[in-house]
């Protein structure tokens, strides 16, 4: 019998944390084929090149789609998605795939979805029916309503997706693919001195050891605050130098993602830096995601607005200083506190979140054996590629 064919497609760094033990699953299954297509800024040298760590990993990239707009507005943010189903609807005729494995909410990923609908290819979506700010959770949602089979990662998100009339026998709830990955790093642990290389090798700024005390920053544009980013990492990075100084903590800054607004976070990180305030700093575009799970271990805290502080955080006891609307909602562990942009609330959280130290291991989004469940699932299901709306009793 011929394998099924499952084109997964990759648009960012966020997305292959996410998705890849599923990959490492079909790839493992006698019933199931990978086809693997990276785009966006997955491809791109200013976003940290994922697709070398997507290699490095052992995956054969089937297409590479560039199709990401320069620029980080919301107009280029919505021609890179009109360019995305271009790009993306060739891609699939090519390939033919029995499904698209997609993730979450981001733009590149909802060009995929309407690509593979318009092409009469089922959807399988993970992480949906999640809420949060940003326009991310409108993108999530009309995902979900593309979407033929649906893997949400905890029980409210089930609930919501079956409130927007999806049918019960193709919701499931696994958990997040992610903390499979997670929970694999934790049990295995990178060594420290291969973190304290890489750190020498990659990125720029004041070097030091891990073995010591530091402190994470991940903070991204909030697209429906455009032309605020600026003014909230400045926040930010005040209070986070204010610490550093006074308890000589060193930090490592990633990067922000390619979302609109991404270059007035930046602006705002090179200002600081221009300023030469960037003492005990070190920079990132990106991170191999087992340096980043072992980091994320042994730091003090992550300040941020990033998904992982709020999903991988849970499940490894980070401290989390979560800044602005960005995750709005989303479930989340009592690993995290929540302050709004000014940097006297953003310091007085990190340094409740030091004191308190490291917290208790909760599963808000599974316990780490969502992508072989995940499988299972796609091995044997049955679609009918025209959807209906079922009709629940609103109470």
């Given at each position: ?141 009309a995902i979900t309503k593309l979407a033929h089979i649906h893997f949400p990662a905890n029980e409210l998100a089930r609930q919501r997706i079956f409130q927007m009339g999806e049918p019960e026998n ?24 291969d973190i304290n290389k890489f750190i020498r090798i990659e990125g720029v700024g004041d070097i030091f050891d891990i073995e010591n005390e530091f402190l994470i920053i991940s903070q991204h544009p909030v697209t429906t605050e455009y032309g605020q980013g600026k003014q909230q990492i400045s926040e930010t990075l005040k ?157």
């Amino acid at each position: 019998m011929d394998k099924r064919k499952v084109c997964v497609f990759l648009g960012s760094r966020a997305n292959y944390s996410s998705l890849k033990s599923v990959m490492r699953h079909i790839h493992l299954s006698d019933k199931l084929e990978l086809i693997l297509i990276v785009g966006a800024s997955a491809l791109l040298d200013k976003y940290g090149e994922v697709v070398n760590l997507v290699e490095r990993d052992g995956f054969s990239v089937n297409e590479k789609l560039f199709m990401l707009i320069e620029g980080e507005t919301p107009e280029t943010m919505a021609k890179s998605t009109g360019l995305g189903l271009i790009e993306l609807s060739g891609a699939l005729m090519k390939y033919q795939p029995d499904y698209t494995l997609i993730v979450g909410d981001r733009f590149e990923m909802l060009a995929a979805a309407i690509a593979s609908a318009y092409n009469n290819i089922p959807i399988v979506h993970t992480m949906g029916g999640e809420v949060s700010g940003s326009i991310d959770e409108s993108i999530r949602h009309a995902i979900t309503k593309l979407a033929h089979i649906h893997f949400p990662a905890n029980e409210l998100a089930r609930q919501r997706i079956f409130q927007m009339g999806e049918p019960e026998n193709q919701v499931f709830n696994y958990g997040c693919p992610r903390i499979d990955t997670i929970k694999e790093i934790l049990d295995n642990p990178s060594n420290n001195e291969d973190i304290n290389k890489f750190i020498r090798i990659e990125g720029v700024g004041d070097i030091f050891d891990i073995e010591n005390e530091f402190l994470i920053i991940s903070q991204h544009p909030v697209t429906t605050e455009y032309g605020q980013g600026k003014q909230q990492i400045s926040e930010t990075l005040k209070a986070i130098k204010e610490i550093s100084q006074e308890r000589n903590i060193p930090i490592i800054l990633i990067w922000p993602n390619s979302d609109a607004g991404s270059d007035d976070v930046a602006s705002g990180i090179r200002i600081f830096r221009e300023k030469h305030q960037d003492q005990n700093f070190h920079f990132f575009k990106n991170l191999p995601l087992e340096y980043y799970v072992s980091l994320m271990d042994k730091a003090l805290c992550l300040v941020g607005n990033s998904s992982s502080g709020i999903r991988e955080g849970s499940f490894i006891g980070t401290p989390v200083v979560n800044i602005g609307t960005r995750q709005n909602d989303r479930a989340r562990g009592k690993n995290v506190i929540d302050v709004d942009y000014n940097y006297e609330n953003i310091k007085k959280a990190i340094k409740t979140q030091i004191d308190h130290g490291k917290y208790e291991s909760e599963h808000v989004y599974g316990n780490g054996n969502a992508g072989k469940q995940i499988v299972k699932v796609l091995e044997t299901i049955k679609i009918n590629i025209q959807k209906r709306f079922i009709k629940r009793e609103i109470v």
